[in-house]
């Protein structure tokens, strides 16, 4: 992988990681425009990954630091200590099938761009039924609850197929579940920050132990890490006003076309 290509990935990964429309669906994509092949795509996809992490933390600091601090610095009880239970009653799907169905879930990738195709189709149809029911509601929506938790923890399990969009899924599922628009956007990308960081941390391991090599070089890691950081903090904020103001209808549209055009480019 060439320095550029590390770049445009790197770009697609940072903007799609929070704009419903599946970063890893659009990673197949990219590597299949590009002809990039290998185990260095497993490599830069755990980089990239890390790096749009990094601009979770960054762009909601305040909210993490807040989490942290009521839940590490009293043993009372309290709404922080209870936030973070419904994150951790959420990861539960998530935690096992990465704990019993990893393998199954990476044979999907690589295997061409009619399953990213299917899922982004899935993904289109999913934003606009919440955001079709979400305007028909009289009531402005309640706080995410344990029930709400777990329901969009398996719709979070779900998205691991490429071309199912995670932040699509799982705000949609929020939504559709009566959350408030600007909770779930939130509960969304802070719900995935200790699976992806436990993901990258079991990988860096498995380098330290030699049971995954790859070719990819610093360059095109390093360019590949920045363009995901930077575009990502741009796209998290960014996502965040997009629900508040409920405008997921033109994501939906924008998933169908990509879809449609994946499948016939697979198909014909």
């Known amino acids: 992988m060439s320095w550029y290509e590390a770049l445009i990935l790197g770009i697609v990964q940072g903007l799609t990681e929070f704009l419903p429309v599946s970063s890893s669906g659009h990673l197949e994509i990219g590597q299949a425009l590009l002809g990039t092949a290998g185990e260095e795509n497993l490599t830069f996809a755990v980089i990239v990954h890390a790096a749009t992490v990094l601009s979770t933390l960054v762009i909601l600091w305040y909210e993490v630091a807040r989490l942290f601090k009521g839940t590490f610095t009293t043993l009372q009880w309290n709404a922080e200590k209870d936030y973070v239970a419904k994150i951790f009653v959420s990861m539960i799907p998530v935690f096992i099938v990465g704990m019993f169905f990893k393998d199954q879930v990476e044979s999907f990738f690589g295997n061409g761009l009619l399953l ?153």
């Open 116 to 268: 990213v195709g299917i899922c982004l189709l899935i993904t289109a149809l999913l934003l606009a039924l919440s955001e079709y029911l979400q305007k028909k509601r009289q009531n402005a929506g309640h706080e995410v609850g344990y029930k709400d938790a777990i329901i969009i923890g398996i719709a979070q399990a779900c998205a691991v197929l490429p071309g199912l969009s995670r932040s699509g899924t799982t705000i949609a599922t929020g939504l559709l579940c009566g959350v408030k628009k600007e909770s779930v956007a939130q509960f969304s990308f802070l719900m995935v920050l200790i699976p992806i960081m436990g993901e990258a941390f079991l990988d860096v391991l498995k380098f330290a132990k030699g049971e995954m090599v790859s070719d990819l070089g610093v360059v095109p890691a390093l360019v590949g890490f920045f363009a995901a950081f930077l575009t990502g903090c741009f796209a998290c904020r960014f996502m965040i006003e997009i629900v508040r103001r409920q405008r997921l209808v033109w994501f939906a549209l924008y998933c169908a076309i990509v879809g449609s055009v994946a499948i016939f480019a697979e198909v014909f």
